[in-house]
T-cell receptor, first 115, second 114 residues
Framework: DSGVTQTPKHLITATGQRVTLRCSPR?????VYWYQQSLDQGLQFLIQ???????AKGNILERFSAQQFPDLHSELNLSSLELGDSALYFC??????????????FGPGTRLTVL | AQSVTQLDSQVPVFEEAPVELRCNYS??????LFWYVQYPNQGLQLLLK??????LVKGINGFEAEFNKSQTSFHLRKPSVHISDTAEYFC????????????FGQGTRLTINP
């Protein structure tokens, strides 16, 4: 158990809908990363938040957005869903000490199926 | 920009045989190097990492990897595999500074046959 929790575990929805994935980082970790794992694209970085602020952006679609709240949990919002958005979405957290290596601890993931 | 290439998408081996999973990377800056394992229906677990120093790094479950800067490789090895090693293995790199986001290879599915 990494200490990172993600809800829900599974999500089945229809095209055009909007969903919210939730991530609670390990206690004390300020940084949250979101990754997408799909058959087409493999594992790719989407976005990172640090202490409530967006820090880095990867291959995240405009239909997707994220935020990190004052209690440090994060939500990834996916809208106007398409079949190709079906994937496993991982959240990872790290302490993010500047100038040092920061291990990322991964949650169990949310499996999204778009029908 | 960085990229990671895992040279084998699938590797079948017999139990107790040695295995090597190959990884090459490309980067214009120095990077950290990692191997992660994903067991069926589970999240990612860090197997081992290279940050600096000795080029041979040892990880969990008897795995080790060797960093070769001239060949930009970071191959993963285990001298004797077990059925329980059946999983998907991902090689990854990250920057020293900044976001330290992980860039992953496409993964290698290791299947252990009895």
């Amino acid at each position: 158990d990494s200490g990172v929790t993600q809800t829900p575990k599974h999500l089945i929805t229809a095209t055009g809908q909007r969903v919210t994935l939730r991530c609670s980082p390990r206690s004390g970790d300020l940084s949250v990363y979101w990754y997408q794992q799909s058959l087409d694209q493999g594992l790719q970085f989407l976005i990172q938040y640090y202490n409530g602020e967006e820090r880095a952006k990867g291959n995240i679609l405009e239909r997707f957005s994220a935020q990190q709240f004052p209690d440090l949990h994060s939500e990834l919002n996916l809208s106007s869903l398409e079949l190709g958005d079906s994937a496993l979405y991982f959240c990872a957290s790290s302490p993010q000490s500047l100038g040092h290596y920061n291990e990322q601890f991964f949650g169990p993931g949310t499996r999204l199926t778009v029908l | 920009a960085q990229s990671v290439t895992q040279l084998d998408s699938q590797v079948p081996v017999f139990e107790e045989a040695p295995v090597e999973l190959r990884c090459n990377y490309s980067s214009s800056v120095s990077v950290y190097l990692f191997w992660y394992v994903q067991y069926p229906n589970q999240g990612l677990q860090l197997l081992l990492k290279y940050l600096s120093g000795s080029t041979l790094v040892k990880g969990i479950n008897g795995f080790e990897a060797e960093f070769n800067k001239s060949q930009t490789s970071f191959h993963l090895r285990k001298p004797s595999v077990h059925i329980s090693d059946t999983a998907e293995y991902f090689c990854a790199v990250s920057d020293f500074q900044g976001a330290q986001k992980l860039v992953f290879g496409q993964g290698t599915r290791l299947t252990i046959n009895p």
